[in-house]
């Protein structure tokens, strides 16, 4: 079955350490997203990829790296720079097209101790 | 600024009873998409249902439906028959072309289906 693999579920992170967080789809979607999600609040756009070798910051990009060597995959790293990254991140990937919406992976909880 | 508004935190439904779930929208492009997600506790986003802006009729995907008031900006999901399975947070998100498709999303409201 098509869909997005998000792995780890959870991970657990020091404080200076960088962490990447693992983003695949088999859906052969050209658009892949990062969001990341806080109590409370809704969705917000960390990067976003239409295709491969190009990606652009969203709304708080500030903190995390990016790559997209294959069309496949779409990891995030969180820097050790990026202050209070404790969040659960959601990546998404798209058609691109207005209609179709998202399709989501499960989700990475990364907390920092 | 394009923005997507839940004002309901929370609501709370008996089973098999239908519940609406409020969103107003902000943006002045007038080609758009609305969508409504849902998020159990596991986390993931699951897609129930879209409605377009030059879309005529309100969607409906078996027991959602969108009550579309394109004047006013409103979109609200409607869920009939409310189910335990029901219980999650809905997210309504706006989909705009500002170069790319972006989806932004609203602040949820947490539905609580009681036996």
């Known amino acids: 079955d098509g869909g997005i693999t998000q792995s780890p579920k959870y991970l657990f992170r020091k404080e200076g350490q960088n962490v990447t967080l693992s983003c695949e789809q088999n859906?052969?979607?050209?658009?892949m997203y990062w969001y990341r999600q806080d109590p409370g609040q809704g969705l917000r756009l960390i990067y976003y990829s239409q295709i491969v070798n190009d990606f652009q910051k969203g709304d708080i990009a500030e903190g995390y790296s990016v790559s997209r060597e294959k069309k496949e995959s779409f990891p995030l790293t969180v820097t050790s720079a990026k202050k209070n990254p404790t969040a659960f991140y959601l990546c998404a990937s798209s058609m691109g097209e207005l209609d179709y919406g998202y399709t989501f992976g499960s989700g990475t909880r990364l907390t920092v101790v | 600024a394009q923005k997507i508004t839940q004002t309901q935190p929370g609501m709370f439904v008996q089973e098999k009873e239908a519940v609406t779930l409020d969103c107003t929208y902000d943006?002045?492009?007038?080609?758009?998409?609305l969508f409504w997600y849902k998020q159990p506790s596991s986390g993931e986003m699951i897609f129930l249902i879209y409605?377009?802006?030059?879309?005529?009729q309100n969607a409906t995907e078996g027991r959602y439906s969108l009550n579309f008031q394109k004047a006013r900006k409103s979109a609200n999901l409607v869920i009939s028959a409310s189910q335990l399975g029901d219980s999650a947070m809905y997210f309504c998100a706006m989909s705009l072309n500002t170069g790319f498709q972006k989806l932004v999303f609203g602040t949820g409201t947490r539905l609580l289906v009681s036996p």
């Open positions: 859906l052969n979607h050209d658009a």
């Open positions: 943006t002045s492009d007038p080609s758009y998409g």
């Open positions: 409605q377009g802006s030059y879309d005529q």
